[in-house]
């Protein structure tokens, strides 16, 4: 079954206290986040179709980068959109009306989804045409009823949520076609919103979204 992944990058690395947006921060071998994403989904499928969102004022720093770094990784760019749902929107573009076809959604700041995780995500995204990956919460979780009361609720209850979020192409397509609502916080919400159920499998808790400086810590720490 044809694979495709979008990969979106619109950060502007505010959290990351800089200028430089921190999908471009380098980590590791000097290489910017981004690349070492790009790289891991190669690395999974070197037949995979990578399609790389990224504002349209960002593009020219990304092909300097790719230049100064030899990034090889085939990819095309699409133009970033208003919000999260526009982005992926104009990457699902890209991708033609195949019915035998699966495309994962991923966070450009997302370097260190594991190989067995893309593996289950997509071979599960075949039959159940809508999968994304969870770990369990381990911390416990209250819940605000006013600015001064709260109340535990069970942490079992709760996953967090991760990418790549995976679907069918036909599936995602046609959720897509829905009208922007701010309820649409992820590629699952999208789906959900039509109806179709969302199957979960496990992720890794290595998978983190880069955007703070301690996280850059971790990085740094995880590449070695």
């Not at 819940?143 to 991760?162: A, G």
């Not at 979020?165 to 897509?176: E, G, I, N, P, T």
């Amino acid at each position: 079954m044809k694979r495709y992944a979008i990969i979106v990058a619109g950060g502007k690395g505010l959290r990351m206290g800089g200028e430089v947006p921190k999908q471009f921060l380098p980590i590791g071998d000097g290489k910017p986040i981004l690349m070492h994403t790009l790289q891991t989904f190669n690395s999974f499928d070197s037949q995979m179709q990578l399609i790389l969102v990224l504002p349209a004022d960002q593009q020219d720093t990304w092909q300097e980068l790719c230049r100064q770094h030899g990034c090889s990784t085939p990819h095309q760019v699409a133009t970033g959109g208003e919000t999260r749902f526009h982005s992926v929107k104009n990457g699902l573009a890209l991708i033609p009306n195949e019915a035998n076809a699966v495309v994962g959604v991923h966070d450009g700041v997302r370097p260190f989804v594991s190989q067995e995780v893309l593996q289950r995500c997509y071979r599960l995204a075949e039959g159940k045409q809508a999968v994304i990956p969870v770990i369990p919460v381990i911390e416990t979780i209250r819940k605000l009823h006013d600015s001064e009361i709260s109340k535990t609720v069970p942490r079992s209850e709760y996953r967090l949520v991760q990418t790549p979020q995976v679907f069918s192409v036909d599936l995602l397509k046609r959720a897509y076609e829905q009208p922007y609502t701010t309820a649409f916080t992820d590629d699952a919400s999208v789906v959900e919103a039509m109806g179709h159920p969302v199957w979960l499998t496990e992720g890794n808790r290595e998978n983190i979204k880069l955007t703070t400086p301690f996280d850059l810590k971790i990085a740094e720490s995880l590449l070695r």
